[in-house]
């Protein structure tokens, strides 16, 4: 695609429900990142997948939050039993060759649990 | 210890003046060096790479210092339109690439 692609734009979930954030990267990107930002915040890294490796879940801050890549392409992120301390921007990106040169971002995904 | 750490500021500058944002890494392996831009609401996007010659765009200057394990992001004669969150980008040896948390830089009339 000509761009990293995030579904929904935004969302508005009830506290304790399970959300589904969609990440498509540019097409033959080999590495994808989720990123959190909270207003007035800078990045926090979540997850990162690079090929078929194991990702590096480092980052997620809680057993509530889950990522999958499926054949190397599409990412969804789950958050399950949402709560309120889990409204931000949730970004995507994705680079070109094994996890360096410039990373493109997705225009996020804004999650809003009231 | 953070892998990339920076003063969130924020600056506050007037038009016109010289502002500089530092960066530390922890990686000695670290590769590769950029900025990036994020402008309020939007995604970050690519400022400049910063090459260990140290490189010029216009009014912005990038430097590398591998020995001290930091870079630098020079901006000259500040616009309304810098004001913005400056972000220190590496790519590690293992090829990942890390955000710092960014700088947050407003400039004032």
């Known amino acids: 695609g000509a761009g990293v692609s995030q579904s929904p734009s935004n969302k508005v979930t009830e506290k304790g429900k399970d959300v589904e954030l969609r990440c498509d990267p540019i097409s033959g990107h080999t590495a994808l990142y989720w990123y959190r930002q909270s207003l007035g915040q800078g990045l926090e890294f979540l997850i990162y997948?690079?090929?078929?490796?194991?990702?590096?879940k480092s980052g997620l801050p809680s057993d509530r939050f889950s990522a999958e890549r499926t054949g190397g392409s599409v990412s969804t992120l789950t958050i399950q039993r949402t709560q309120q301390e889990d409204s931000a921007v949730y970004l995507c990106a994705s680079t070109p060759v094994r996890g360096g040169g410039e990373a493109f971002f997705g225009q996020g995904t804004r999650l809003t649990v009231v | 210890r953070k892998e990339v750490e920076q003063d969130p500021g924020p600056f506050n500058v007037p038009e016109g003046a010289t502002v500089a944002f530092n960066c530390t890494y922890s990686?000695?392996?670290?590769?590769?060096f950029f900025w990036y831009r994020q402008d309020c609401r939007k995604e970050p996007k690519l400022l400049m790479s910063v090459y260990s010659s140290g490189n010029e765009d216009g009014r912005f200057t990038a430097q590398l210092n591998r020995a001290s394990q930091y870079i630098s992001l020079l901006i000259r004669d500040s616009k309304l339109s810098d004001s913005a969150t400056y972000l220190c980008?590496?790519?590690?040896?293992?090829?990942?690439?890390?955000f710092g948390a960014g700088t947050r830089l407003f400039v004032k009339a």
């Open positions: 990686n000695s392996a670290s590769q590769s």
């Open positions: 997948f690079q090929g078929n490796s194991a990702p590096d």
């Open positions: 980008v590496l790519n590690t040896g293992g090829f990942k690439t890390i």
